[in-house]
T-cell receptor, first 114, second 115 residues
Framework: GENVEQHPSTLSVQEGDSAVIKCTYSDSASNYFPWYKQELGKRPQLIIDIRSNVGEKKDQRIAVTLNKTAKHFSLHITETQPEDSAVYFCAASKGGGSNYKLTFGKGTLLTVNP | SAVISQKPSRDICQRGTSLTIQCQVDSQVTMMFWYRQQPGQSLTLIATANQGSEATYESGFVIDKFPISRPNLTFSTLTVSNMSPEDSSIYLC????????????FGPGTRLLVL
């Protein structure tokens, strides 16, 4: 089955700096890659996603890039703020019917220091 | 997106007992999913629940331990049977985007502590 590796496991940045989290996947049939943010004690919240027919997607301070050949995708957060502090999870799925199931990475604890 | 609720939000149970968790969504969805998140860990899919068919379980999870019901397009239950302390986790349901796309939205979770 699909395997998703996520790095780093922890990341500490100064407010205003950029943060990058990287994920690799094993199944070349995967075609949907969401990113979730989970604050302490809260549910995972979808923050951005990308499909395999797109190489990059941006939403304000957040962007995701996808390299299908290398089977990796990355989350970029610019101008980080303390409220960006959370655990971020990447995931992958093959889409379509039962293939909608998501395989998650192990998560990255992002700390933004004021 | 979708509005998803879960009951109970948390519970403390004795080993050997069972707990049924409910998941309710405000719109009709074909696919609902149940995940487990152990303390400080990632999310692991337990099973996929489609209305009108048997749930599909992932490797390592069996129906006798985690029976699932899906009586209609807005509701599902997960039962954690014959609980042990190792079952202490957060259990989350998720649903596909009401438009049928692959996006998933999560419920608030049920925090379970087994003593």
């Amino acid at each position: 089955g699909e395997n998703v590796e996520q790095h780093p496991s922890t990341l500490s940045v100064q407010e205003g700096d950029s943060a990058v989290i990287k994920c690799t996947y094993s199944d070349s049939a995967s075609n949907y890659f969401p990113w979730y943010k989970q604050e302490l004690g809260k549910r995972p919240q979808l923050i951005i996603d990308i499909r395999s027919n797109v190489g990059e997607k941006k939403d304000q301070r957040i962007a995701v890039t996808l390299n299908k050949t290398a089977k990796h995708f990355s989350l970029h957060i610019t101008e980080t703020q303390p409220e960006d502090s959370a655990v971020y999870f990447c995931a992958a799925s093959k889409g379509g019917g039962s293939n909608y199931k998501l395989t998650f990475g192990k998560g990255t604890l992002l700390t933004v220091n004021p | 997106s979708a509005v998803i609720s879960q009951k109970p939000s948390r519970d403390i149970c004795q080993r050997g007992t069972s707990l049924t968790i409910q998941c309710q969504v405000d719109s009709q969805v074909t696919m609902m999913f149940w995940y487990r998140q152990q303390p400080g860990q990632s999310l692991t899919l337990i099973a996929t629940a489609n209305q009108g068919s048997e749930a599909t379980y992932e490797s390592g999870f069996v129906i006798d331990k985690f029976p699932i019901s899906r009586p209609n397009l807005t509701f599902s239950t997960l039962t954690v049977s014959n609980m042990s302390p190792e079952d202490s986790s957060i259990y989350l349901c998720s649903v596909e985007h009401p438009g049928g796309k692959e996006t998933q939205y999560f419920g608030p979770g049920t925090r379970l502590l087994v003593l």
